[in-house]
Every structure is written in C-alpha cells, then in structure tokens.
C-alpha cells in the first residue's frame, strides 16, 4: 500500500485577511450584501492569529486593501503595530493611487522588512492594473525588490477591471513585475497559469479554489498543478470563509498528487519568496 502523502508539518498561508475590528465588521456585512456570503469564522486579528498558530500555520502572510482613498495611511499604520506586535507574521500593505502622499508612504514602507509590497484588490478598488497613476508604484517595487498581490480574476464576480485581458496589459508593459495572482486566476485558470511560462516573477496562491461542493473551483486536474508547483503558494483566504478552514486542504490532498507538490506549496516556494524579499538568512527559519 503507497505511502498516503501529507501536508508539512509547519505550513506557510500566503493568503490571510487582517482589518481593525470596525473594518472587519464592514467587510463581512458587504459579503452578505453582494454574494449572500455568511463568513463562518468571524474572527478579529487576535483571535485570527492565534487560530491560524494552533491549525499548523508557521508564517503568516497577510494583507489587507484602500477600498477607497484616504484610509491607506491609517491602516497602515495599524499593519505596523501588528507587525511589530508578532513574530513570523508579513504583510502586502494597503496603498490607494489617489491619496496624495501615496507614493512617500509606500516608499517608506518597504524600508520595513515585514512588508512583503502591497495587495491591489482591483475588483473593489475599481482601478485598472495597467493604470498609469499605478505606474510609479510598479517601478518602486520593482527596483526596491517587493511584491505585489493582485486580485485581478474574475471571481466571485467580474467587473471592466478584472480578467487576464487587462492583467495581459500591464504584463506587457511591466514584464519583471514581482507578483502574486490571488485564487489561481479564478476563473480563468488556463489562461493565468499559461503567463507562469513567460513571466519568471509571477506566482499563483491557491485561495478559495478548493471549496468542497457545491461550490465550483479549480477544474483543470492534477496536471496543471504539477507542472506548474515550484509558482504555486498555498493561502486559506482565512477568515473569510464559508466553508470550514480545512476544506481546501482536504480536497487538496484528495488529488494525490506528489509529495514535491505538498512540500512545495505549503512551505517552500514561500519560505523562498519571503527570504528572497526580506534578504533574510536561511538561519531565522530553520
């Protein structure tokens, strides 16, 4: 009988949400409101953390959004305090184009190397990927080593500003972009992992594409996944789920696939993107 394969031990989510309570409280209502989403683990930051530590979760990347202008800084200084309040916790930081120091404060925020780079959340933020105001942000991350997180799929919905199309235009204009495509490129899975071939510093986390059923995912089988594992990092989208946390890990595991895939995507292409970004020594992490 063949060995059954597991997860590691220590994982890495890529893919956690952190908001001040108020926020949090926001952000679940509007699920509610717009896709009849009842999130099932109302957590706070504390209580987010502390979960996540007893489920397994080593080192937690997360990251939180500017829905509009003028609230980046003040998040932000949140994520600073938070940072500096845990050990093994990273964050994409919020930035807003319109706010009229953006581009001072991002600068200033990856001199700190728990900031991974920024999340651009395209679907609520309303804005282009390949928008010129974003343009001196690109090239500040680029230059600075960082990395942005995107969502730019077309899941749970579309709008003009989401979809490989619009992501194809910036690529081509910024092609050594870092970045991370949340959710696989839900929906369009094929499409956003044919760039992997082409754009060496793209990666794809696996948030929210492994809900059991009902709910439709990732369709395209085991053969995508293993050609592509060394870009893939795996993210819960914790806490803003509607299935219980260890469903996605589960129907992951029920592929079979290899051993190298687990190891890979549930730790090491992300403890080699995190030291790759904060020129930490291999020493911290073993």
């Not at 932000?76 to 994409?92: A, K, P, T, V």
């Not at 953006?102 to 190397?113: D, G, I, S, T, V």
């Not at 592929?255 to 730790?267: A, E, G, Q």
């Not at 090491?268 to 993107?273: C, K, P």
Request: net charge negative; hydrophobic share 40%.
């Amino acid at each position: 009988m063949p060995m059954m394969v597991t997860i590691p031990q220590k994982i890495i989510d890529f893919h956690v949400h952190l908001f001040p309570d108020k926020l949090f409280d926001a952000i679940w209502d509007s699920f509610v409101r717009n896709y009849n989403w009842n999130i099932i683990h109302r957590y706070y930051y504390k209580e987010c953390i502390a979960r996540l530590r007893q489920g397994g979760v080593d080192i937690i990347v997360y990251s939180n959004y500017a829905h509009r202008a003028g609230i980046a800084e003040g998040l932000n200084r949140w994520n600073i305090n938070i940072l500096q309040e845990y050990d093994d916790l990273y964050c994409f930081a919020a930035y807003h184009p319109d706010d009229e120091h953006a581009l001072e404060m991002a600068e200033r925020l990856l001199e700190n190397p728990k900031i991974l780079g920024f999340k651009l959340q395209l679907l609520v933020q309303n804005f282009y990927p390949f928008d010129i105001r974003l343009f001196p942000l690109y090239e500040m991350v680029i230059k600075k080593n960082k990395h942005i997180l995107f969502h730019t799929g077309t899941g749970p919905v579309g709008n003009p500003y989401v979809g490989l199309e619009p992501f194809m235009r910036l690529l081509d204009k910024f092609p050594e972009l870092p970045a991370t495509v949340a959710h696989l490129g839900a929906h369009e899975y094929k499409g956003f992992m044919g760039l992997l071939d082409r754009y060496p510093k793209l990666y794809l986390d696996t948030a929210f594409c492994f809900l059991p059923p009902p709910y439709e995912g990732y369709k395209l089988g085991p053969d995508y996944l293993e050609k592509n594992k060394s870009r893939i990092l795996y993210g819960s989208d914790y806490p803003n789920l509607i299935t219980p946390q260890k469903a996605e890990i589960e129907n992951l595991l029920k592929m079979c696939l290899s051993k190298d895939f687990y190891d890979k995507v549930f730790y090491e292409n992300g403890i080699a993107l995190i030291r790759s970004l904060t020129e930490e020594t291999g020493e911290q992490y073993a």
